[in-house]
DNA sequence: ATCATGCTTAGCCATACGGCTTAGTAACAC
DNA sequence: GTGTTACTAAGCCGTATGGCTAAGCATGAT
């Protein structure tokens, strides 16, 4: 396998798990404590600390340990590599639409009557 | 593992593999047929036949088959639902920043002494 | 000191993933 | 037809992933 872009790889593939997701999507939200964070999933705690794990190692989250209790908390930039890349995905697409209209043009210029 | 949201997940899961990337930006400059696309990765037609199924499976890539030559396309609104998912949590986030600021305010205009 | 809480570590298990080979099949070229 | 080209199908292999249990280890409460 390719060893590039280690950074999208860890991105989207920490995204990829609904798990995952819906515990970014409570943090962005708010921080939460590691028990808190697994109450609703039905998981088992080394379970949550393996996607927590996941989640920080991409990037995603960052947390501390105060006393017994690890907070988790969103880090708000780290989803903007994945939205740019895919950004440049679809400039890609548009410029590839531009050079086609460009194209269908200069036929009409040089061609007005022929079809 | 969470049954929900099979969508988002498929999708991150094809974003999350380096060669998948690197095929889908080819084909957002263009459509591509099989063996084009598996020219510049040094992989096996079959492995590359894998990941295009995970792309199509996606929804990212189109293919169709003509005569025995078959050609791949991007499907450009399919990152949409990616977008929009980071996005939401974007929100989410600011969401709760606005709040904290509402808060901050509040505490500020009552004087400071108590909550 | 003892116990409960909250997290951590280690390791097991089944399945999925990403690569491969080998052997097809369907169209085009001669 | 024979052969070549382009893809497809089937299946192997090693590793990673996502879940678990069981046991350990701090810290806070009594």
Redesign the interface.
Same mark, same amino acid.
């Given at each position: 396998? $390719?060893?590039?872009?280690p950074d999208?790889?860890a991105l %989207?593939?920490a #995204?990829?798990? @609904?798990?995952r &997701?819906?515990m #970014? *999507?409570r943090l $962005? *939200?708010?921080p939460l404590t590691v028990t808190e964070l697994a109450a609703p999933t039905g998981l088992r705690l080394p379970t949550v600390l393996k996607h927590l794990g996941v989640l920080e190692a991409a990037g995603l989250i960052a947390s501390a340990k105060d006393g017994r209790i690890r907070t988790c908390a %969103?880090v @708000?930039g780290a #989803?903007a590599p994945? &939205?740019d890349?895919?950004e *440049?995905? &679809?400039s #890609?697409?548009e410029? &590839?639409l531009d050079r086609l209209e460009a194209y269908v043009m200069q036929l009409m210029k040089e061609g007005g009557h022929d079809q």
């Open positions: 396998m $390719a060893k590039h872009d999208l790889s %989207f593939h #995204l990829s798990d @609904p798990t &997701r819906a #970014l *999507a $962005a *939200a708010g %969103f @708000p #989803l994945a &939205r890349w895919m *440049a995905q &679809r #890609l697409w410029a &590839r």
